[in-house]
C-alpha cells in the first residue's frame, strides 16, 4: 500500500493512502484517544478474495498507523466502523465469501493496534446486508441493514440486530412491508433505545425511513418523509434538544439533491432543507459540531465543481440554517464519505479519490477548521448557496410496516487477515525541504492536425531531484480523465535544485481534445514539498 501524505497551512494536512488497486473508505470515526479510523474496501491488502474489507487507523495528526484487510475467496467489505467499548475497534459488513446465503452480515473485532480478535457472520438462505453500526451504553452492538431471508415474504425487510460484545445475537427485528425497506444508520438514544434511518419502498416510490424502538426492539414510532420521488437517509445524529437529524437525498422536490430533515423526539417534523441538485447531490454523513451546530458532508453534483465529483461540507445551526459550505476537490473524482471532529473546533473529512492514483481508487484525508478552511496551500473553492423546499411526512400504519422477531445466531468464519506494508510521501503543503518540480508550457503550435509544444521543467526546491518520468496526454479538459490519450512518457535522469530542462513534445490529438497536460512525476519517485504544481495543462 502506498500512503501519500501533506501539511497544508500552518494547522491543516491532506493525506492520501492507497494501494495498486481500489481502496474507498465508506465509514470514518475519531476515538477517544484521538485517533481516527476509516473502514471501507480494498483489492490492494494482498489477501485471497477479489475485494477485501478494510480498515485503516490514523493517529492524531492523520498519519497512517494500521492497516488490515480481511477477505476469503470472493468479497467483503466493511461498511461501518466503531470504536469498540473499551477500546479497539468494531467493522461491520458484508461476505460473500462465507455464511448461510449469498451475502450474509460480517461482523469483526480488533484491538487498538489492529490485532483481529474475533469475526461473526450472521444471516439466511437470502442475502443478508447491513450497514449501520452502534456501540451500546452495555457494551454490545447494535446494527441495521435490509435482509431478505427473514420477514413477511413480500421483499426486502429492514432489520435490526442487538449483539453482545462477543458479537453474539441476543435478539433480532425485522420491520417492512412487500416492498424494498432499508435499514441504512442506527444510533443508541439517550433514552437507551434505537433510531433507525433508512428507506421504504411502496408500490415502487420510495420514502425516507425513521423507526424508534425501545431497548428490545419494539417500536416507539415510525415515520415516512418524502415526495412523489426518491427519497433515502444515509445518516442520523440526535440533536443537542433530544430531537433528531437524518441525511440523504431527495428527488421529490424541484431542484433538489442533497437533504437534511430534522424530527422532534416523538417523531414530528421540525425542519427540513435542501440544497439545490446543481450544487450538491447527496448527503452520507453528519455529526454534532459545537453547541447545537452540525456538520455534513456529502458529494458536488457532476460538474459543479473542479471534478467529475468533489468533497461537499455543509455546517448548519439548530434551526438547519447554513453557516458555510465549501466544496474541495484535485481535479478528478473526490468522493465524500465521513466526517469527525477534532477535539479542537475543527474536522477532519474522508472521501475516495482517483485524482492522485496511486491505485485506481485511493484513500483522502484531509483536515479542516471549524470555518471549513483546508488552508492557503492546497485548492479549495466554494460553491453556490443552498436553497430549500418543503416535505410531506406521514405515520407509517401497522398494516405497511410490520414487526417479526425471527430466530437466528451468528456463527465464527475465518476469512483471512491481511497486513500491507507501506511508504510515505509529501502532496501538498508549505514549503520545506526536498525538491519541488514545476513546469510551464513555454512553446505551443497546432500546424494542420500536429500539436508541437516544448515543456520547461524546473526544480524550485532545495534538494537535488533523481530521475523521474513525465506523461504527456491530450484531452478534451483541463483535467486528465479515463478518457484522456497518452501521447508518449519521458524521461529524465533528474534535477539539481535551482536548475531546469526542456522538453519537446508533438502528437496529433483526436477530435475534440482540446488540451495538452504535463504529469510530472507520476510515479511519485522524487520526494516533493509540494505535488499540487505536477500537472501543467495549456490549450491549444
Do not use: H
Request: aromatic fraction near 8%.
Amino acid at each position: 500500500m502506498l500512503c501519500v501524505s501533506a501539511v497544508c497551512g500552518a494547522a491543516q494536512w491532506l493525506k492520501v493512502a492507497g494501494g495498486e488497486g481500489a481502496d474507498f473508505p465508506i465509514s470514518f470515526i475519531r476515538a477517544s484517544d484521538g485517533s481516527y479510523a476509516a473502514a471501507g474496501y480494498s483489492n490492494s491488502l494482498g489477501t485471497v478474495g477479489s475485494i477485501d474489507a478494510m480498515l485503516l487507523k490514523f493517529d492524531s495528526s492523520g498519519e497512517l498507523v494500521t492497516s488490515k484487510g480481511l477477505g476469503g475467496t470472493a468479497a467483503e467489505v466493511f461498511y461501518s466502523v466503531v470504536e469498540a467499548p473499551g477500546g479497539g475497534y468494531v467493522g461491520l459488513g458484508a461476505t460473500t465469501s462465507q455464511g448461510a446465503g449469498g451475502v450474509d452480515v460480517l461482523l469483526a473485532k480488533y484491538s487498538a493496534t489492529g490485532a483481529l480478535q474475533w469475526q461473526r457472520t450472521l444471516g439466511g438462505s437470502g442475502d443478508d446486508v447491513a450497514t449501520g453500526l452502534a456501540a451500546t451504553s452495555e457494551g454490545g452492538y447494535v446494527l441495521c441493514g435490509t435482509t431478505a431471508s427473514w420477514g413477511f415474504g413480500g421483499g426486502n425487510e429492514a432489520f435490526m440486530v442487538k449483539t453482545d460484545a462477543s458479537g453474539i445475537v441476543s435478539w433480532i427485528v425485522t420491520f417492512g412491508d412487500n416492498g424494498i425497506d432499508v435499514g441504512a444508520s442506527i444510533i443508541q438514544t439517550a433514552d437507551g433505545g434505537y433510531l433507525l434511518a433508512g428507506t421504504m419502498e411502496f408500490a415502487g416510490d420510495a420514502d425516507a425511513l425513521v423507526i424508534k424502538t425501545d431497548a428490545t426492539g419494539s417500536i416507539t414510532w415510525a415515520r415516512t418523509i418524502g415526495g412523489s420521488g426518491t427519497d433515502s437517509f444515509a445518516d442520523v445524529v440526535q440533536a443537542v434538544d433530544g430531537g433528531f437529524v437524518c441525511v440523504g437525498k431527495s428527488t421529490s422536490f424541484a431542484g433538489i439533491g442533497a437533504w437534511a430533515v430534522k424530527v422532534s423526539g416523538s417523531g414530528g417534523a421540525v425542519w427540513q432543507r435542501g440544497w439545490s441538485s446543481t450544487v450538491a447531490a447527496g448527503f452520507q454523513q453528519v455529526e454534532r459540531a459545537s453547541g447545537s451546530d452540525l456538520v455534513i458532508v456529502g458529494s458536488t453534483a457532476p460538474g459543479a465543481g473542479l471534478g467529475a465529483e468533489d468533497v461537499f461540507v455543509t455546517r448548519v445551526d439548530a434551526s438547519g440554517s447554513m453557516a458555510w459550505q465549501t466544496a474541495y476537490g484535485m481535479g478528478l473524482t473526490e468522493t465524500g464519505m465521513g466526517i469527525a471532529g477534532d477535539g479542537s473546533g475543527g474536522f477532519v473529512v474522508a472521501a475516495g479519490t482517483q485524482s492522485f492514483l496511486a491505485g485506481t481508487l485511493d484513500v483522502l484525508t484531509f483536515s479542516i477548521d471549524g470555518s471549513g478552511s483546508l488552508g492557503t496551500s492546497c485548492q479549495v473553492y466554494e460553491v453556490a448557496t443552498a436553497s430549500s423546499s418543503s416535505a410531506t411526512t406521514g405515520n407509517v400504519s401497522p398494516r405497511t410496516l410490520m414487526a417479526s422477531a425471527p430466530s437466528a445466531a451468528s456463527t465464527l468464519s475465518t476469512l483471512t487477515d491481511g497486513v500491507p506494508s507501506l511508504v510515505q510521501a509529501f502532496i501538498c503543503g508549505d514549503a520545506g525541504t526536498g525538491a519541488n518540480l514545476v513546469g510551464s508550457w513555454t512553446k505551443l503550435k497546432k500546424r494542420g492536425s500536429k500539436v508541437n509544444g516544448s515543456l520547461k521543467v524546473t526544480n524550485s526546491g532545495s534538494d537535488a531531484a533523481g530521475s523521474f518520468e513525465i506523461n504527456f496526454v491530450f484531452s478534451k479538459k483541463a483535467t486528465v480523465t479515463k478518457k484522456s490519450k497518452l501521447i508518449i512518457i519521458k524521461s529524465l535522469g533528474g534535477l539539481a535544485a535551482g536548475s531546469s530542462s526542456t522538453i519537446k513534445v508533438s502528437g496529433k490529438p483526436p477530435s475534440g481534445y482540446k488540451y495538452i497536460i504535463a504529469v510530472i512525476d507520476p510515479n511519485g519517485d522524487v520526494p516533493e514539498s509540494s505535488d499540487f504544481d505536477n500537472t501543467v495543462a495549456k490549450g491549444f
